[in-house]
């Protein structure tokens, strides 16, 4: 008798655990692998992938006993360093082998940015950083094209930080493109590196505030601060100088202030400025129309210029708005005569001088100790004229101003209504005299016909540009009210005194 026996040895087991390298009691889900025998002769139904799971594990059974089995890790989990060391074993019957695979977590970098003197955080500076070997780190500390930011650019955020994460171990570098707005950048490039294990790396990159230009102009006798000279300010190249860190003025082109100052911030490097434009009654010193300064960071410098004024004498001409002074507004086309105590015509056109586009009329090389006498004959339409003169002492070595101001003239309004029912009355007829018994002139200046007017649709008479006592008279009823006694009042007079700027 002949006893054949046949036995199947039974399948063997693999487990594959994935850890933190760093601490190998944290298990890392998502780890991805390939898995085949040694002759290549892949396993499972996914082209020999596997995927750890929660528990950070692989377990394949079936494996062909006595078989060598190799691992290979395809893809890291997510802040983690793939271990591109293959590992194999031998199954064995009936038995569970184990494969341990550790990742090193990848490190993180914090970018902060600080004033260089106070230690407070910056806002809005842009850096490019980069691999040693040049190549852009993106969002998530992805190296390449991928997802990354615009040409790797970073930019701090209100706490004035980046925070780049899952940056693999090696040297990167900081390039800082663009200080904040009032800053200049201290050091352009810096590097740093992200150590093994997780490494977390804080670069302190700090930035110096960009200078200050203040440009004093003032009377040479008196040291009175000179408002609305105007100045050119350029680099030591000759581009423009841009104020408010960065907004261009134009054409690089200032203004003195009421204080004679002008003040740039966020400046630094060689300055060039050149007054171009004086005051009337001012003369510009040539040896010191051009005065060059160096301004470095966290640094105030001060220019001072001053205009000699020769004998000079400026009239200026405003209108009253009513809001102040300060709101007055240049009047052009006003007409002054002008003499001297003796009353001899100064200037041109027998004395008489007209206000130009800035409301001024500029006299020039006046003798010392002569009065001078400006009188306003003649003003623009809609204002009244101001006749009463002014006069003042010529002094030497003195720009002196004489200032007048029109009031705007005022408005009548005549309104015709029905006694009884208040309706607009339109076509009767007034008759309009000054108190005097001049005739009312209307827009401004352009006569009526011998100062009759006749109401409109709205039964108005609107009359502008008039002041004075107003006698105001109706001279013609409606022909259909002739008939309506008590409804019609012809003959009657008012009179109305109409102040300046009222109506």
């Not at 490039?189 to 977390?200: L, P, Q």
């Not at 440009?215 to 006798?221: E, H, S, T």
């Not at 009526?448 to 409109?456: A, C, F, H, I, V």
Request: aromatic content about 6%; hydrophobic content about 35%; overall charge neutral.
């Amino acid at each position: 008798m002949i006893t054949v026996r046949f036995t199947n040895a039974p399948d063997g087991i693999l487990l594959i655990r994935k850890v933190c390298a760093t601490n190998p009691s944290v298990t890392l889900q998502n780890a991805e692998f390939k898995v085949m025998y040694a002759d290549g002769t892949l396993i499972g139904d996914s082209n020999g992938i596997y995927r750890t799971d929660e528990a950070g594990e692989i377990r394949i059974t079936g494996l062909k006993p006595g078989k060598s089995v190799v691992v290979t890790e395809t893809r890291a989990p997510a802040g983690f360093i793939l271990d591109t060391q293959s590992q194999t074993v031998q199954v064995k019957g009936g038995k569970t082998v184990s494969l341990t695979f550790k990742n090193q977590p990848k490190g993180s970098l914090i970018v902060q940015k600080r004033d260089s003197q106070t230690g407070q955080v910056l806002p809005g500076a842009e850096f490019r950083v980069t691999t040693a070997a040049g190549c852009e780190v993106g969002l998530d500390g992805v190296i390449g094209t991928s997802t990354l930011t615009s040409n790797g650019i970073f930019t701090t955020d209100a706490q004035g930080e980046i925070k780049i994460t899952n940056l693999a171990p090696g040297a990167y570098v900081l390039n800082e493109i663009k200080a904040p707005a009032g800053y200049v950048m201290d050091t352009p490039s810096t590097n740093v590196v992200i150590g093994t294990g997780g490494d977390t790396q804080t670069v302190v990159i700090k930035n110096s505030k960009a200078g200050s230009l203040v440009i004093l102009k003032q009377d040479a006798l008196t040291g009175r601060p000179l408002k609305g000279v105007e100045f050119k300010v350029t680099t030591a190249a000759g581009e423009f100088v841009p104020d408010k860190n960065g907004q261009i003025s134009s054409n690089g082109l200032y203004l003195t202030d009421a204080e004679g100052k002008i003040t740039i911030n966020g400046v630094v490097g060689t300055l060039v400025v050149t007054e171009t434009r004086t005051l009337p009654g001012y003369t510009i010193d040539e040896s010191t129309r051009t005065q060059t300064v160096v301004v470095e960071p966290n640094d105030t410098q001060t220019l001072r210029f001053l205009n000699t004024p020769a004998n000079t004498l400026t009239i200026e001409k405003y209108a009253d708005t009513g809001t102040g002074a300060e709101n007055a507004v240049p009047l052009k086309g006003v007409t002054f005569l002008i003499t001297d105590s003796s009353g001899a015509a100064v200037g041109g056109s027998n004395g008489e001088h007209i206000t130009d586009e800035n409301g001024r009329i500029v006299l020039d090389d006046l003798i010392p100790g002569t009065t001078i006498i400006a009188r306003e004959v003649k003003t623009v339409e809609g204002y009244v004229l101001d006749g009463e003169p002014k006069s003042v002492l010529i002094k030497e070595g003195e720009a002196q101003v004489l200032r007048f101001y029109n009031k705007m003239a005022g408005t009548l309004v005549v309104k015709k209504l029905d006694k009884l029912t208040g309706e607009p009355l339109a076509g009767v007829e007034f008759e309009l005299t000054y108190a005097e018994g001049g005739f009312v002139d209307d827009a401004n200046g352009h006569l009526s016909s011998k100062g009759l007017y006749k109401t409109d649709g709205k039964g108005e008479i609107r009359l502008s540009g008039i002041t004075g006592t107003i006698v105001i008279k109706e001279t013609k009823c409606l022909s259909a009210l002739w008939t309506c006694p008590g409804r019609c009042s012809c003959g009657s007079w008012r009179t109305r005194a109409i102040s300046r700027m009222s109506s």
